[in-house]
């Protein structure tokens, strides 16, 4: 691996925004190791995909809601780093996997409320401790947050707490982690035509047009907004940028 070759894990890639943000940072010579939670073939397509325009990428298994298993996840990182690039460490963790949950707060049920702060909290903090040591001096940490952290909607108040919870944590990490030159932001995505929360952004033509008329841009987000703010935020230019929430929406209810 030449000494100038950057590499980012990337959480949740097999589709959505993840696989956008994976796509899009390997047409940016950005090497990728991608993580998938049941969507196997999926995420070999992505492999494929991006080995079919000259880059590098390799796809693992990962259930980001059950710590037990990121030790033997680190495992494979090590041995795909080795295997694949001749290396012990990668630059960029991008910390997206993750699932919705639409419930009203009335009736929102305790497994419901476990589930999404397993993934989006408990989740990224305990495999971003675990992967501290193979990620580089300098090198940077993307969590993902959503727009609901900062408007509300009713029926996301789970979902939207534990996003909450990870824009404190991602200052936390910025602060703690400043000393190897690690800078730590969150991207808080808009509402997004994808599967995510059953498709109805993108498959429910009154969501949509509901969205998109409370947004100054006068349309939903696509994956390729999000992928891209993710690749330029990790690019040499922002480096500089550092314990921010940044919220890419298009300005949605302002």
């Given at each position: 691996?030449?000494?100038?070759?950057?590499?980012?894990?990337?959480?949740?890639?097999?589709?959505?925004?993840?696989?956008?943000?994976?796509?899009?940072?390997?047409?940016?010579?950005?090497?990728?190791?991608?993580?998938?939670?049941?969507?196997?073939?999926?995420?070999?397509?992505?492999?494929?995909?991006?080995?079919?325009?000259?880059?590098?990428?390799?796809?693992?298994?990962?259930?980001?809601?059950?710590?037990?298993?990121?030790?033997?996840?680190?495992?494979?990182?090590?041995?795909?780093?080795?295997?694949?690039?001749?290396t012990e460490q990668f630059d960029f963790l991008v910390?997206?996997?993750?699932?919705?949950?639409?419930?009203?707060?009335?009736?929102?049920?305790?497994?419901?409320?476990?589930?999404?702060?397993?993934?989006?909290?408990?989740?990224?903090?305990?495999?971003?401790?675990?992967?501290?040591?193979?990620?580089?001096?300098?090198?940077?940490?993307?969590?993902?947050?959503?727009?609901l952290a900062r408007s509300t909607l009713p029926g996301?108040?789970?979902?939207?707490?534990?996003?909450?919870?990870?824009?404190?944590?991602?200052?936390?990490?910025?602060?703690?982690?400043?000393?190897?030159?690690?800078?730590?932001?969150?991207?808080?995505?808009?509402?997004?035509?994808?599967?995510?929360?059953?498709?109805?952004?993108?498959?429910?033509?009154?969501?949509?047009?509901?969205?998109?008329?409370?947004?100054?841009?006068?349309?939903?987000?696509?994956?390729?907004?999000?992928?891209?703010?993710?690749?330029?935020?990790?690019?040499?230019?922002?480096?500089?940028?550092?314990?921010?929430?940044?919220?890419?929406?298009?300005?949605?209810?302002?």
């Amino acid at each position: 691996m030449t000494s100038n070759t950057k590499i980012a894990l990337v959480t949740g890639a097999s589709r959505g925004l993840g696989k956008n943000t994976a796509l899009t940072l390997a047409k940016k010579e950005i090497n990728v190791i991608l993580t998938y939670h049941s969507r196997e073939a999926e995420a070999n397509s992505v492999v494929s995909t991006i080995a079919e325009t000259g880059g590098k990428a390799v796809a693992l298994q990962l259930d980001t809601g059950n710590t037990k298993t990121f030790d033997g996840f680190v495992v494979q990182v090590k041995q795909a780093l080795q295997e694949k690039w001749q290396t012990e460490q990668f630059d960029f963790l991008v910390n997206n996997a993750g699932t919705g949950i639409y419930a009203p707060f009335a009736g929102t049920t305790e497994e419901d409320f476990d589930r999404m702060m397993n993934i989006h909290v408990k989740g990224v903090f305990f495999l971003t401790q675990k992967l501290l040591p193979l990620i580089k001096d300098g090198g940077r940490i993307i969590n993902l947050s959503t727009g609901l952290a900062r408007s509300t909607l009713p029926g996301y108040a789970a979902y939207a707490s534990a996003k909450g919870a990870i824009e404190v944590l991602t200052r936390y990490l910025a602060k703690e982690l400043g000393e190897r030159q690690i800078a730590v932001n969150a991207i808080a995505p808009g509402a997004i035509e994808t599967d995510f929360g059953g498709g109805a952004v993108r498959d429910n033509p009154e969501i949509n047009s509901f969205i998109a008329s409370q947004t100054a841009l006068g349309r939903v987000g696509m994956p390729d907004d999000i992928g891209g703010a993710i690749a330029s935020l990790l690019s040499e230019d922002n480096k500089w940028v550092n314990a921010q929430r940044i919220e890419v929406s298009g300005g949605q209810f302002l």
